[in-house]
């Protein structure tokens, strides 16, 4: 809707939504939004639309329920507008909307055609922001500034309740953000946008009018621009793209320009935003904009060189000065040119302002290399590079000498720092769309964002180290193959792993020098090189330069070398590049996940191996290093797993070597995420050697084993694998070790997973104490290791004897104190153990003392669908087993209508548990009468014709006691609950035939419902439950055949004697 289907939404030229990734996610976040918005916003979800939404829909008459009026084919519901028109009317094909009620109600009748149904409704509605809101809020959605026009609108706007508009539209403002801010978490741009847009305004600058102009103008497609920086549509910016331009040269015709993260070519003709077509290359694909203008138009290439500009001086205040790097490149005889800009940013306040005192400004390079410099210019970067003592060449022209042949290697650079390694001044050869740029998910909870260069500030600061670097990468520049390898030791004797020697190869050119040799034919160079890529890849800047440079290409290449020593290496290499989303999307986009997995093949087990096996372990321990850094992506996982790494990783799991255990269960436990993963660990014979590793005295190792149980205990064969081999004791000695909390929570998590089988908890952990333990970490702990405890707590608590322990250790209050958090995944837990604990008198009267049962209501706010339910189901107890129940409800103010406004919801647990507590709540009759004014009964009622089994039980027992206050049987009646309840009995659940026949029983004693019940063949089913062995059942069933049988001879007296 709005932005989002404007600025996100892919469109065919028929007007039809694209089936493509994008879009799906797109419709899945609408389709969220719009079944939860009447249980999250009941009162805005009643605001009647401007105008109807209409679509032809796939629903019919027999999908509706008994809260519609159903004629024939022709349905309407019960609510209508002003104008008596109804909310909701569907006249087949077409359905018309009125309210985001409906729209929310239809969208769940639709089941599995939902997306179906809003796809629809958003192909056939294109304007649904003005249907909804009108055109004037629909015209100010977009725009940056809303509060004025808004607040204008409200005083124009004479129409019924305009704060509920208002909200409405600042709730769809909200969605609009949030929808567009999450799909642009999945689109990465690999282009230093600044860069670019700086030249796009240094273009602009050449269009002034008089002779000196060389372009007529210089615009954009788009005046929008997403918050990362691109103008491009989103389902463009998946594959790459970045903006569009229009340019009008003063010799030929108008130029449209795509620039991408690919480079920069000619499109079919993209004039303004909007455009539906337009998007294919017709062109070659260029490095900058500088040499595409330059080959289309020669009149902006014969004056390019010609014309001279004055270069704006920046401002005293600014707080960036730049490194200047000249380059000087000579191809095949022809004089290229190229440049690097780069920033650095001073955090010493008192030295910036030194610095800005004694240094002037230097103009931007690229017009110095295009000769549109001042002799001012001139002056101040001879000033600048006197004064700096820091010369940044980045010339990489030299020669190796190698086994009879030469390999030239250069470092090349473009216009916009686009990464790859390109030519200087070539036109790259490349199908329209060569590059996914597709978005992954990943099972870290942080990805690496990416951090602005950083530059050490002055010369007086930098260690000799800094110097000594510098002059040897000058040195491998320069030499030949000899002195290449001397040169790489000698930098090798150096401690790479402190940060000014990393930044000092970076900042004097040495990284492409590096990532060049990697294409040599000569197996020292390589050597030398990856073991000093692999070292300094620890930094975070320098691994994201090597992926922009293409560097981890040329690794992923070097794993098919039949040396050994270089695989090993290489493997290493990626298993530090590759920590962040682009560097794992890369190596298995070309082929990397593959190759790694063909490195594990090698014998491991055996008492001595030969120096050949020996390598081969290394070559797989480092293979195994690589796979678990990329196994923190979806689509790795499943390469991974396609590719026969699981049988392979499960032969390595056998190792007696911990050094070879730690990443192979590291990338199990990474993977074991993925139910595939789970069972293959299961069945392979995996859960005995992890179980074994528990005992290791490597603690990494035995965090990862833990984590890898944890995950796979899901599943209840898992669980008693563990408990066969032994496991759990291990995992108990593990809660010792506090001070490490990733194993804490490794240990905890496991333990919590394996409790789940009641006899582990049974045979094992009371053996073990494991209780006392667990109540301990309640306090002073991390919150995933919180989680773990509590929901392993909530697991002992359903054993009578396990509570009686938790209270006498003191966990009652901690736990009590958990319920004022705000983490959902915790608070489910904490409201699950704190209601098993509540079915203990003393331990609710604990409870109830420490105000418990008014934080666990309070929840039922929260946002969470999770934490609603959880928190009904924990009242249920703390009703039943509080002292005085019916006044402790009543003394919570506002309570009785909070738990009724939530039958308005749409997730059937939340319904289940609410039902639930509302059968608890209504045996006190004051509280009754209370919720029958709060609207209980036409709530309960349009519940009825529900299929979930879980839920009708509930629902029928929360009927069965709301039917004794006043005409409430009458009005279950009237409101159309009777005939539903009827189907109930044929379910195959016995819970719900008995809280059914309740029901049933109580409905009875209205004369109209007999009536409903008899005509629904409620007689049948009854007497065969009559037969039931439970006693409460048979009581139930009887009563209602009873008061059914009483009316029908009633009702033949009155015909006989009157």
């Known amino acids: 809707m709005g932005l989002s289907l404007t600025k996100a939404a892919q469109w065919t030229t028929a007007g039809k ?45 027999s999908d509706f329920k008994t809260d519609y009026y159903i004629s024939g084919i022709d349905v309407q519901s019960h609510e209508k507008d002003s104008g008596g028109q109804p909310l909701l009317q569907l006249s087949p094909p077409t359905v018309c909307v009125r309210s985001f009620s409906q729209l929310s109600k239809l969208v769940h009748l639709a089941a599995d055609k939902k997306l179906e149904e809003l796809r629809a409704c958003l192909e056939e509605n294109k304007d649904a922001m003005v249907k909804i809101l009108g055109p004037c809020f629909a015209d100010i959605l977009e725009k940056e500034d809303t509060h004025t026009d808004v ?17 409405l539209f600042h709730l769809l403002q909200n969605m609009n953000k949030q929808l567009l801010s999450k799909l642009l978490e999945e689109i990465e741009v690999e282009l230093n946008l600044t860069a670019l847009k700086n030249d796009i305004e240094s273009l602009k600058r050449l269009c002034s009018e008089g002779e000196k102009r060389l372009l007529k103008s210089v615009r954009y497609t788009s005046d929008f621009e997403f918050s990362n920086g691109c103008r491009a549509p989103l389902w463009r910016q998946v594959y790459g793209d970045i903006c569009y331009l229009v340019v009008e040269p003063c010799d030929t015709e108008n130029l449209y320009i795509t620039c991408s993260t690919a480079g920069f070519f000619l499109n ?30 020669p009149y902006f290439a014969e004056h390019i060189n010609k014309q001279a500009s004055a270069v704006q001086e920046l401002p005293s205040t600014q707080s960036v000065h730049r490194h200047v790097e000249s380059v000087d490149m000579e191809e095949q005889g022809e004089l290229q040119r190229s440049y690097e800009q780069q920033e650095k940013n001073v955090q010493d306040k008192s030295r910036k ?104 500030e002055s010369n007086t600061d930098l260690p000799p180290e800094y110097w000594q670097i510098q002059k040897l990468v000058k040195y491998l520049k320069g ?40 294409d040599t034919d000569e197996v020292k160079c390589k050597i030398g090189s990856l073991k000093i890529l692999r070292k300094i890849s620890h930094n975070v800047q320098i691994r994201q330069t090597i992926v922009d440079m293409g560097g981890l290409q040329s690794i992923v290449k070097i794993l098919d070398s039949p040396v050994k020593d270089l695989k090993a290496l290489a493997a290493e290499t990626i298993a530090s590049v590759a920590r962040f989303r682009r560097a794992r999307r890369t190596v298995r986009l070309y082929g990397g996940i593959k190759k790694l997995v063909n490195l594990l093949h090698c014998v491991t087990n055996l008492a001595s191996l030969t120096a050949n096996q020996q390598k081969d372990v290394e070559v797989a321990r480092c293979g195994a290093l690589a796979l678990w850094s990329c196994s923190k992506c979806t689509k790795n996982k499943e390469a991974i797993r396609k590719a026969g790494g699981i049988p392979l990783l499960g032969r390595l799991l056998k190792s007696p070597h911990e050094n070879m255990l730690v990443p192979v269960v590291g990338t199990l436990q990474e993977c074991a995420s993925q139910e ?96 006392e333990s667990l109540v301990e970490l309640l306090t002073d702990q991390p919150e995933d290791v919180l989680v773990n405890v509590v929901g392993a707590l909530g697991e002992f608590a359903q054993i009578p004897a396990s509570k009686t322990i938790i209270r006498q250790c003191g966990g009652i209050k901690p736990l009590v104190n958990l319920l004022s958090g705000t ?63 019916g006044e402790m409800v009543r003394s919570l103010v506002g309570g009785l209508e909070l738990i009724v406004n939530l039958l308005k919801s749409t997730n059937d647990e939340v319904l289940a548990s609410v039902c639930a507590a509302i059968a608890k709540i ?137």
């Open 353 to 456: 302002q030194h610095l800005l005192n004694k240094k002037k400004y230097e103009p931007c390079p690229r017009w110095k290399k295009l000769g549109l410099m001042s002799p001012c210019g001139k002056a101040e970067e001879r000033k600048s590079r006197n004064s700096s003592g820091m010369e940044m060449s980045s010339e990489i022209r030299k020669k190796k000498q190698g086994s009879g042949a030469k390999s030239k290697m250069k470092a090349e650079f473009s216009l916009s720092s686009l990464p790859g390694r390109l030519s200087s001044s070539q036109k790259i050869k490349t199908p329209a769309r060569a590059t996914e740029l597709s978005s992954e998910s990943s099972s870290q909870s942080e990805e690496e964002e990416e951090q602005s260069e950083r530059r050490l």
């Open 676 to 771: 595939s993963y789970r069972i293959a660990i299961q069945t392979e014979g995996m859960v005995k050697d992890l179980v074994k590793n528990l005992n290791s005295d490597n603690e990494e190792l035995q965090m990862h084993c833990a984590n890898a149980i944890f995950k796979c205990a899901e599943d209840e064969q898992t669980r008693d694998l563990v408990r066969k081999y032994k496991g759990l004791q291990p995992l108990v000695s593990l809660l010792a070790k506090v001070n490490n909390k990733q194993l804490l929570a490794a240990a905890t998590g496991a333990i919590w997973k394996c409790s789940i089988s009641v006899d582990n908890v049974a045979e094992r952990f009371q053996e073990y104490k494991v209780l």
């Open 922 to 1058: 209504a045996k006190d009759k004051e509280n009754l009468a209370v919720l029958t004014d709060h609207g209980v009964v036409p709530l309960l009622a349009k519940l009825t014709n529900t299929t979930d089994d879980k839920l009708r039980q509930h629902l029928a027992e929360a009927i069965g006691h709301c039917c004794m206050w006043g005409s409430n049987r009458a009005s279950f009646g009237e409101a159309g609950a009777v005939a539903p309840l009827v189907r109930y009995l044929k379910s195959k659940d016995a819970t719900v035939h008995q809280s059914t026949a309740m029901a049933l029983y109580q409905l009875s004693k209205d004369p109209s419902n007999c009536i409903t019940m008899h005509e629904k063949g409620v007689v049948k089913p009854l007497i065969h439950i009559m037969g039931s062995n439970d006693k409460t059942l048979q009581e139930a069933a009887a009563g209602c055949v009873r008061n059914i049988r009483l009316l029908a001879v009633a009702n033949r007296k009155a015909i006989l004697f009157y």
């Open 17 to 61: 939504l694209e089936f493509t990734p994008m879009n799906e996610s797109l419709l899945k976040e609408l389709l969220s939004f719009v079944e939860d918005f009447s249980s999250r916003h009941p009162q805005e979800a009643e605001h009647v639309f401007e105008e109807p939404l209409r679509w032809s829909t796939t629903l019919g008459a």
């Open 151 to 167: 607040l204008h609108l409200v005083d124009k706007d004479q129409g019924k309740d305009p704060e509920f508009k208002i909200n």
């Open 268 to 297: 079919g003709g993209i004039k303004q935003e909007g455009a539906e077509s337009g998007y294919e290359r017709t062109s070659d694909t260029y490095k900058d904009l500088l040499t595409l203008l330059k080959s289309r138009s």
């Open 823 to 885: 983490n959902p995944e915790l608070l489910v837990n904490v409201t699950k153990t704190v209601g098993a604990c509540a079915t203990d008198q003393d331990n609710m009267a604990i409870i109830d003392q420490l105000d418990g049962v008014r934080l666990v209501w309070s929840l039922l706010k929260n946002p969470s669908a999770d934490v609603q339910s959880s928190a009904a189901w924990a009242l249920c107890p703390c009703i039943e087993n509080a002292k005085d129940s």
């Open 479 to 518: 030499g030949d193959q000899t002195a290449t390898v001397l040169t790489l030791c000698a930098m090798l004797d150096f401690n790479l792993m402190q940060e000014t020697c990393q930044l000092a190869i970076r900042d004097v050119g040495g990284l492409e020098v590096l990532i060049n040799l990697l």
